[in-house]
């Protein structure tokens, strides 16, 4: 769900956060519209705009994990389990973690890759939520929700600054909810 | 906290006590410093960032750097809490828009390290954030990004060092604060 069918309506935090996203075009390939958060990390108070809203909402969940995809996920998940008290768990592509780790594939426009997770990082009934800076179609971050349910933890939601048309509506993810802020910018240019 | 080691604060040791040492990582004879242990500790992971907090927010810090990818976990909470931006300096092809590199010397071969043009600013103050120091060589090309653009670089920022690999020494003269030593 967006933030603005959820509470956010007309906060003028979200249309700063939007504003700071940069859209480059053809970016990794020609007819992407690529949305470049390294922008909104520029702009200190559009960037603590997002990690504040997101801090509002999960401070009173209890939740335990805050768990990041590599790598954009790393910049927004640390400041947000920080501010709640929970841990922060890193999901790495494959052989970045040094320790003995599980790993779930999930599918790419052509093949495979792998998302993993060091064993013991979370435990049984742990409520974790799952950082992005972005969901697409949603792959990454199924395989992140396997991880921690293998783990016999519980998913409590995926939170996204940017979320593609292919999401809306979609209010699920593997049957977890999806909270995002804002659409991508600049669509209107495609062709 | 003066100087560039810390080692008076009492929550050294906390921290300290929480990195994981995993031998022969990502080769034999390396015992890789793991700092996922710590960010699983909130109170281990909310004193290493408040020691750099402490230390720089009266600094007049406009811009923390992290390095790829471990940088990314520790600089952001850093430039949140001192009001700085944050630029992620990231391995080649990662970043969409216009970039400029540096190079830097791996053991076998060359690796590169690429910022976004306009990220930074001529006459911004800046420091460099990774996990660790080891050779030295990818916060020299951090740096040399930096001062090409026409930043003056503060200080490098690390939570460990490996000093017997003398990376301190590889910094252009710039000041190094880090938090826990390994020795061998």
């Known amino acids: 769900m967006f933030a603005a069918e959820n509470g956010l309506k007309g906060d003028p935090r979200l249309e700063a956060i939007s504003a700071a996203i940069r859209v480059v075009p053809n970016f990794p390939k020609k007819g992407i519209m690529f949305q470049d958060i390294t922008t909104l990390l520029l702009d200190h108070k559009a960037f603590k705009h997002t990690i504040d809203i997101f801090v509002d909402r999960y401070k009173d969940m209890h939740i335990s994990v805050v768990a990041g995809v590599e790598a954009r996920g790393f910049m927004f998940g640390p400041s947000i389990a920080l501010a709640i008290g929970a841990k922060f768990i890193p999901l790495r592509k494959p052989g970045k973690l040094p320790g003995k780790v599980i790993s779930e594939s999930y599918e790419l426009e052509y093949g495979h890759d792998r998302l993993e997770m060091h064993v013991g990082a979370v435990e049984p009934r742990e409520r974790v939520i799952i950082i992005d800076d972005l969901v697409a179609t949603g792959g990454t971050l199924s395989a992140a929700i396997s991880l921690m349910e293998s783990q016999g933890a519980e998913v409590v939601e995926c939170a996204c600054v940017i979320g593609l048309p292919e999401v809306k509506g979609q209010h699920k993810l593997k049957g977890k909810p999806l909270y995002v802020l804002v659409e991508p910018s600049g669509l209107d240019e495609l062709c | ?184």
Do not use: W
């Open chain 2, 1 to 184: 906290m003066s100087g560039n080691k810390v080692e008076e604060d009492p929550r050294i040791n906390g921290i300290k006590t929480k990195i994981r040492v995993v031998p022969d990582f990502p080769k034999k004879g390396i015992m890789f410093q793991d700092i996922t242990t710590v960010l699983l500790d909130p109170k281990a992971f909310k004193d290493t960032i408040d020691l750099f907090v402490e230390r720089y927010r009266d600094k007049n810090i406009s811009v923390v750097a992290g390095i790829e990818a471990r940088g990314f976990i520790f600089g952001p909470p850093i430039a949140l809490a001192i009001g700085a931006k944050f630029v992620p300096l990231r391995k080649p092809k990662k970043l969409p828009g216009e970039t400029i590199f540096e190079e830097y010397e791996l053991e076998y071969g060359n690796d590169r390290l690429e910022m976004h043009v306009g990220a930074v600013d001529a006459g911004d103050r800046a420091l460099v954030v990774d996990d660790l120091i080891a050779t030295g060589g990818t916060l020299c090309a951090a740096i040399n990004l930096l001062e090409r653009v026409g930043a003056e670089v503060v200080e490098c920022a690390c939570v460990i060092e490996l000093p017997e690999l003398k990376g301190r020494q590889r910094l252009k003269g710039k000041p190094l604060c880090m938090l826990v030593e390994y020795r061998c």
